[in-house]
């Protein structure tokens, strides 16, 4: 049993027709509805329940004061490497790209985390590009071992891999993974990663469940919006964030909706997801999964961002740069631009304002 | 009479028990200390951050307050024993509340688990207060382990659902010979002191108190109903009062005849 079950079931399932048969009545109902099945998340996710996006936040911002109360927890990403060779039409890193390549030292990694250390962040997410050849999991492991000196919580956002490897990253202190599908549409999904191992759609599929199975504590899903149609490729990250789930009730589920920006490799998005959109998704997770935790970069930009902490988001990143090295010096070239470049202290501040609570450690070193 | 309960070696007069997660701003945790007079407030050990000097959640909480550590996050009872021993040698004390939970949908604990783990804290000379499913079977095995308390969910964390297993809570504190504490879904005072009324020792809220508009004020509601509560059961109220005389005695009426 995998995932791919539920992908083969919905593949031609024609979302239209759905939501052409949604009714008001309909909306409503699963707005008020304590557990919702996936009919009712996916009628949340219709263009008619658009028109019901304010009821929908009231309720969302209910059900994330009630579980989560008011507090965000905050997490800073390191970027390792910008080695990859995968050919993803829309990444920065893209193996075609002319950048400057670089991979941090185990000494370099040590004084970007003495930097990063400075701001007081305890949550580290460390990411590379797909180059095993370069960035092994024996490199990682040792990037783990250092970052676990300075801080509470070291997670990761690699290339897929095996459950053995996962393991032994999960024994080297890495707590939480990262792993975005980019698009659960296979077709699409051939179109866009057109050479290296990331081609392999059914491998990426799998691995959030692997890393379930070798011990992960926090697990991160989404798609990245832009790629393929956007209620669809929601409706599929609600259901594969539902399917682990249930499967492994011990894991602490996260979701996170990426979406384009244009400045990317130049690539223009198939299916522009707005802000509208963006608000309607994440209120329509909330109410399908009240418990799952939805994180928020700093691909948004401040003002967005500080509206969605309003509604429903529980995770958020502060103070993060995306260019290798970029902490302690001025690193090389970044994956995506940064919308929001406000300091750790800014944050903290705005989310005082706010009434809300900021977490920077949410963590022990037994888990 | 002092109304006086004792866990461990510590005695206590307030039977609102508190928490310290979900709160808009730690600066309201002394403040609804205050207000609510709780003496004995639980803390995660993962959001305690040692090294955050001032801001250190610790430094929130008076002297005079117990300090309860809970074992959040812990999804077996190694990694709680690990918990708790961390918290002792960081200087918490000696309490702790188990709390092990590997369902991350509703949040529901593990007794088997937590009972291990009770065992093992219990013989490493920590006053152990398990946080459980209400469950008749478990009673007898977690008094043998030494378990100082018990603390039986009303209903989900979080979930300000009041006492749904009210049934099975009622059992708990008739049968067991321990402090029965309700912990998770009392979210209203009305709760508090139904649950105060039914017998329990204390209650434990925390996401009503720390969530609401006025978590000051709310923790001074809470407080109260605890009061009423405890006064209404230690006053021995009667229950439900039938309406007395009965026009004819159909059962008991030969009874007379037989003068």
């Known amino acids: ?367 | 009479m002092k109304d006086v309960f004792k866990i461990g070696n510590k005695e206590f007069t307030n039977r609102l028990f508190t928490g310290t997660g979900k709160f808009a701003s730690k600066k309201f945790i002394p403040l609804m200390l205050e207000a609510s007079g709780s003496e004995m407030i639980t803390v995660a050990l993962r959001r305690v951050d040692f090294s955050a000097g001032d801001e250190n959640i610790l430094s929130y909480i008076p002297k005079n307050v117990v300090l309860l550590p809970n074992t959040s996050g812990a999804r077996n009872s190694a990694e709680a024993v690990r918990i708790a021993n961390i918290a002792r040698e960081a200087g918490c004390g000696d309490f702790i509340k188990i709390e092990v939970i590997n369902d991350s949908r509703y949040l529901m604990p593990d007794n088997m688990e937590t009972l291990k783990a009770t065992e093992i804290l219990v013989k490493d000379g920590f006053t152990v207060l398990p946080y459980v499913m209400p469950d008749v079977s478990f009673i007898k095995r977690f008094e043998d382990a030494g378990a100082a308390a018990i603390m039986p969910l009303g209903s989900a964390i979080g979930s300000n659902r009041g006492i749904r297993t009210k049934e099975i809570i009622s059992m708990l504190i008739e049968l067991s010979r321990l402090p029965i504490i309700v912990d998770a879904g009392i979210g209203r005072p009305s709760q508090a002191a139904e649950a105060m009324e039914m017998g329990a020792a204390a209650v434990l809220v925390n996401t009503a108190i720390s969530s609401a508009e006025d978590p000051v004020t709310a923790g001074k509601a809470f407080s109260l109903a605890v009061q009423a509560g405890r006064m209404a059961y230690l006053a021995d109220m009667r229950g439900e009062i039938t309406s007395g005389a009965v026009a004819s005695s159909p059962l008991t009426g030969f009874l007379g005849e037989r003068k």
């Not at chain 1, 083969?8 to 009714?23: M, N, Q």
């Not at chain 1, 390549?101 to 797909?130: C, N, P, V, W, Y």
């Not at chain 1, 191992?197 to 379930?212: F, I, Q, V």
Request: with cysteine.
């Open chain 1, 1 to 367: 049993m995998s995932f791919y079950d539920t992908i083969k079931e919905f593949k031609d399932f024609d979302y239209d027709a759905f939501f052409r048969r949604v009714s008001d009545d309909q909306v409503k109902s699963a707005i008020a509805k304590d557990r919702l099945n996936i009919k009712d998340f996916l009628t949340l996710l219709s263009p008619r329940a658009a028109d019901f996006i304010e009821p929908m936040a009231q309720k969302a911002r209910k059900l994330t004061k009630q579980y989560f109360g008011n507090v965000i927890g905050l997490y800073i990403p390191i970027y390792l490497s910008n080695y990859c060779t995968n050919e993803c039409i829309y990444c920065g890193f893209n193996c075609k790209n002319k950048i400057n390549r670089r991979k941090l030292s185990l000494e370099e990694i040590e004084i970007e985390a003495k930097a990063i250390k400075k701001t007081g962040m305890q949550h580290i997410l460390f990411l590379t590009g797909e180059a095993p050849g370069y960035t092994t999991p024996e490199y990682m492991g040792e990037a783990a071992k250092i970052l676990e000196k300075y801080f509470a919580s070291v997670s990761m956002e690699v290339y897929p891999m095996d459950v053995d490897d996962y393991k032994f990253l999960r024994s080297k202190g890495v707590d939480g993974l990262t792993v975005y599908q980019e698009t659960y549409n296979e077709d699409t999904y051939k179109k866009v990663h057109l050479s290296g191992r990331k081609a392999n759609y059914l491998y990426r599929l799998d691995s959030p469940e692997r890393g379930c199975m070798a011990g992960f504590r926090y697990v991160n899903i989404g798609p990245l919006y832009g790629l393929a149609e956007k209620r669809s490729e929601a409706f599929l990250a609600g259901l594969h964030a539902d399917y682990l789930d249930r499967k492994y009730p011990d894991v602490e589920l996260n979701i996170s909706l990426p979406r384009i920006n244009e400045a990317e490799g130049g690539y223009k998005p198939a299916s522009i997801m707005t802000d509208e959109d963006y608000v309607q998704f994440i209120t329509a997770y909330r109410l399908f999964m009240p418990r799952v935790g939805i994180n928020l970069s700093t691909r948004e930009t401040p003002e967005f961002r500080d509206h969605l902490l309003d509604i429903c988001v529980t995770r958020f990143s502060a103070g993060s740069r995306t260019d290798v090295g970029g902490y302690a010096e001025e690193g090389s070239t970044a994956q995506f631009e940064i919308s929001d470049a406000r300091t750790v202290p800014e944050i903290v501040h705005m989310l005082e304002k706010k009434g809300l609570q900021p977490v920077f450690k949410d963590w022990e070193q037994p888990f």
